[in-house]
């Protein structure tokens, strides 16, 4: 079956430090991927979107990286501060029919 | 406008009703889309409009459920004899053609609570 996996526990990261989080995918072939950052009570905002012919795509302190023979990108915050606490969303778009299927997320706090 | 904006923020119906949900795209973003989110899930995909394309509703959970949007522009999601299993939030969101260059923006979302 079709899966998006993030990883479902709270990740915390001590200020200052890098936190990093993980979208793992089964049975689909994206042709790109979005990973976006959710306040609570706030609708998803777009952070970085990386193609498949990409390994790297960085952004101020944002770092995402991209392997499509894992299946798995990753999501990089450098120096995080505590501005950076809120659930962080993963999407494929699998180009074919123009929508993204969204992961269930992962909640990051950074502790001051 | 500046955002995507959705009224109400928040709607209370009795089971049974029907509501409406109203999403305001950003203009000139000819790319709309319906998700709901539920507590503790993910968001799933409901409908998605672009330019004068028939829509795609593949992810419309029943037929209590449709969608509509006018002049290309401000969309309505409406669910008929509502249950309690609809309670959730509605996000819309909108992009330039297939939002692969800049992403969707999403508005905040419609809570409907379904008693």
């Known amino acids: 079956s079709q899966k998006i996996e993030q990883n479902s526990e709270a990740l915390n990261i001590q200020e200052g430090k890098t936190a990093t989080l993980t979208c793992n995918y089964t049975?689909?072939?994206?042709?790109?991927l979005q990973w976006y950052r959710q306040d609570p009570g706030r609708g998803p905002v777009f952070l970085l979107l990386?193609?498949?012919?990409?390994k790297e795509k960085r952004k101020e302190r944002l770092k995402v990286t991209f392997d499509t023979t894992l299946k798995q990108s990753l999501f990089h915050i450098t120096a995080s501060q505590p501005a950076d606490s809120a659930t962080y969303l993963c999407?494929?778009?699998?180009?074919?029919?123009?929508?993204?299927?969204f992961g269930k997320g992962t909640r990051l706090h950074i502790l001051p | 406008g500046a955002g995507v904006s959705q009224s109400p923020s928040n709607k209370v119906t009795e089971k049974g009703k029907d509501v409406e949900l109203r999403c305001d795209p950003i203009?000139?973003?000819?790319?709309l889309y319906w998700y709901r989110q539920s507590l503790g899930q993910g968001l799933e995909f409901l409908i998605y409009?672009?330019?004068?394309?028939?829509?795609?509703k593949s992810g419309l959970p029943s037929d209590r459920f449709s969608a509509e949007r006018t002049g290309g522009s401000v969309s309505t999601l409406t669910i008929q004899r509502t249950q309690q299993e609809d309670s959730a939030v509605y996000l819309c969101?909108?992009?330039?053609?297939?939002?692969?260059?800049?992403?969707?923006?999403f508005g905040s979302g419609t809570r409907l609570t379904v008693v």
């Open positions: 969101a909108s992009s330039l053609d297939t939002g692969r260059g800049s992403g969707y923006t």
């Open positions: 049975n689909y072939s994206p042709a790109y």
């Open positions: 990386i193609r498949e012919n990409e």
């Open positions: 999407a494929l778009d699998m180009q074919r029919d123009d929508k993204i299927i």
């Open positions: 203009s000139g973003h000819t790319a």
């Open positions: 409009f672009q330019g004068n394309s028939a829509p795609d």
